[in-house]
């Protein structure tokens, strides 16, 4: 429905039918539908010149059908009826077609099919009722096929055009009407429920929406690196033995079973984000070729969901205190959605069970599954403020995103806002280049009947990624219909939109294995080389030692000794040094934390003056409070990221300098003692702690993901509360701002304040907008002063981690350089007790042991060239 449309004499009507003053933007689509429909229902009514009972039993059932108790239409309906009998809005065709002139096709039908559902209410369909509802229906460029459909399903007859009989059912599929409001999806589930089953057609056994070949050899490739690495993998079974025989290091076979459990661990990870009601869960089973994520005719996406490969097919359900239990199918639905009157309320109260972590799906026959793909079903990013936040966690791990908008409500504002928010989040150290990991799919495009419509709505989503720089790369916007592609899909036939959506996943393909998996492919690969250039570095040491070339003296070992032992001093006088600049620094952030909540109710009050609605104050009330709410809940969320990463980011900022100095000054000391025995002793102790350091977490804090993506240069955040859980903790103190308690108290207080009888059309819009605001900001800012002390035990403990993680990565390269020195006097200590013949015996073990790890790296080396091709 296009509001836009609607003219000032739509508006004139529509304040006389509602005995209200009304401007343009105080009427909402659910206003306009309800006033076209009492004035189709009464005029059907009418037509015939009496008014039977059974007719205005069915106009009764119809509203309380339709509009639940608490909505805001429900004082409406009998003012509606009233006006337009006294006023015979319904012999007024002009009238009609005025408030019926922003309506869409399938709208249109929608209000048509309960003429026809109120004509058969007295069990025979008048011809004058008829006559009616064809003149009202040619006006309304109504397809006639459709009225004998529509007249033959109320009149329990036989429908002989099948064809006819499915468009209907796709024109009136309630998930088309998900992005106008739930009154719509209602009305069409109540209309699809009297209709006769949708017809099949002839169906071949069930296809596959991809082959998914380069997923195949991509997941092909990384098995074989992964067999030639791990524990039973010939690469740690050589550096094994060389350990158990004191020649080689005994970190080189664990730093080769990190790796391999990396690799085991790996999974390209795709998450599907999106507003509600845009069919997230419609195309992941378009992805998969199965039906398994719920889906209704509402919004249902109440946690992260992550589909992923298993033996056998079980569900796992993580709780946020570390539980987990395995739950039946059945029990997944239930807990992976949310309730169809929450759903439907949009704010219910119980719209996200706060225990749930995460829910994982393991089948072992999905295909894209099965060939190395996680898929991650989001909770929308606007149903709910935990939920997004929820939402905001998985995006740190995951290596494509595929984001869905309805292609009759193109990238609303929120989307755009959401688009650019993901662009950053995906790319955060480099905020001005257009990112390559989002994919976005305009859904629903079999609504666009027009071709003339579908290349107007690419070119609408191209103009804006070009004009924000949003994306880069081939195939990144795609039209789909995830509904029809699914349906063909599981009857085995085949459409354009079975084309279009195959067209989406090999681009997808290509993308996770050109420009994602290859990548990390190399990145293991170069580790691996690393662990092998360190182990033959430490063979040809070996036998330098044998052959005399080289010799620890007695002096050098003392030398040793003193650096293994000074070697550990730093290690300690480093944590000290953590210790006490971790707890400078949340000294600091506790002064900075006071300074910045002092002033936070000022700032929040001058933002909400920027707070918008397409919601009126007088037909609305509840969106445009619960809207300021969200904005309210957004504005404190930016304020504690601004001040987290400006000025917590500040003082970690200067207190980290002063570690890192530290530690490298450490580093650079280790590295000139090496280099100084490697003069000396012609070794080669630098290279091999290059090699070993490079393959630690010294280089930075890595993330704990298990996607590629996360593998890949070790991607981190672009702020300090990236990945913290600080926002959701924000979303969790103002969670009462989603109830219906919240707006309850808001609005109850409100016109109590105007004197209670008086109707909103009588008040100043723009001071009752003033008036919500303030009072969102009082109640918001009072709610979260509750939760502030917990807020700031997130900070504190992130700061903690930070110095933490640092500490810990310090401890590694000194364990590191301490097993370097150790390993040096056990294989002067093993030589110095074997005899001649024992030492050509082990020159023979030495040049089978540097075969054998150069047959790896050969091994390794064809594997990266196979995948290259």
Known sequence: MDTSLISPQTVELISRLTGQSLRKEDINPPVLFLAGLVTVLLGVIHADGTVGAEEIQRLRTTFTELIPANNNLRPLVMPMVKSVREQQVYKKLTALLALTGCFSEEEKLLLISFGYQMSAADGTIDKREKEYLTIIANRLGIDARFLTVLEASFSNQAISDTAALAE????????????????????????????????????????????????????????????????????????RDGSDRNVLSPNLPEEVTKISRKLESQRFRVAVVGEFSKGKSTLLNALLGEEIQPVRDIPCSGTVTVLTYGLQQRVICKYTDGREEEISPE??????????????????????????????????????????????????????????????????????????????????EKERELLLYLKQKLNPERDDEAARNIFILVNFADLLRREGSRKQARERVETFVKKQNLIVGENRIHLISAQSALEAILDGTENEYVKSFQDFTKSMEQFLTVERGAIALNQSAAGIKQIINTGCDELSQYREMLEGKLTVSEGDKAKIFEQIAE?????????????????????????????????????????????????????????????????????????????????????????????????????????????QFDQQLSTSLVAQFNNLATTSSLGGIGSSGSGIASSIGEIEDGGFFGGLGIGAAVGAALLFFTGLGFIGVVLGGLAAGAGGGLGWSFLDGDAVKAQIKEKVCELGFEKFGESAESIFEKVQQRIIAVFDDRADANSDAMSKAISLWENLLEQQEKRDSQNQAECESQKVWLADKRRELEQVQNQIQTILNQSAR
């Open 567 to 675: 070697v550990s001093g730093r290690d300690v006088k480093i944590k000290l040094l953590a210790n006490e600049l971790r707890e400078e620094s949340v000294e600091e952030a506790i002064e900075s934390w006071n300074e910045w909540v002092e002033g936070l109710g000022e700032r929040l009050m001058a933002k909400s003056h920027r707070w918008t609605s397409e919601h009126g104050h007088i037909m609305s009330q509840d969106k445009l409070t619960k809207d300021y709410a969200e904005q309210f809940v957004r504005d404190i969320t930016e304020e504690i990221d601004d001040w987290g990463n400006q000025k917590v980011q500040s003082i970690l900022k200067q207190n980290m300098g002063v570690l890192d100095s530290q530690i490298g000054e450490d580093i650079y000391a280790i590295r000139q003692e090496f280099q």
């Open 168 to 239: 209907v059912h796709s024109l009136l599929a309630p998930a088309r009407f998900q992005s106008i409001d739930s009154l719509f999806v209602r009305a069409a589930s109540h209309i699809i429920e009297h209709l006769p089953a949708k017809p099949k057609q002839q169906s071949n056994p069930k296809q596959s929406v991809s082959s998914y070949q380069e997923l195949k050899k991509f997941h092909e490739y990384q098995q074989q690196l992964l067999d030639a690495v791990c524990d039973k993998g010939k690469l740690y079974l050589s550096l």
């Open 331 to 412: 029990q997944y639905k239930d807990k992976a959605s949310i309730s169809e009157e929450a759903a439907l309320g949009s704010f219910g109260d119980e719209i996200v069970n706060s225990e749930i972590k995460e829910i994982i799906f393991e089948h072992p026959n999905l295909e894209l599954c099965t060939n190395g793909v996680e898929i991650i079903d989001t909770p929308g990013l606007n149903e709910q403020a935990e939920r997004t936040l929820v939402t905001e966690q998985v995006l740190k791990t995951t290596d494509a995103v595929i984001f869905l908008t309805h292609a009759q409500n193109l990238l609303t």
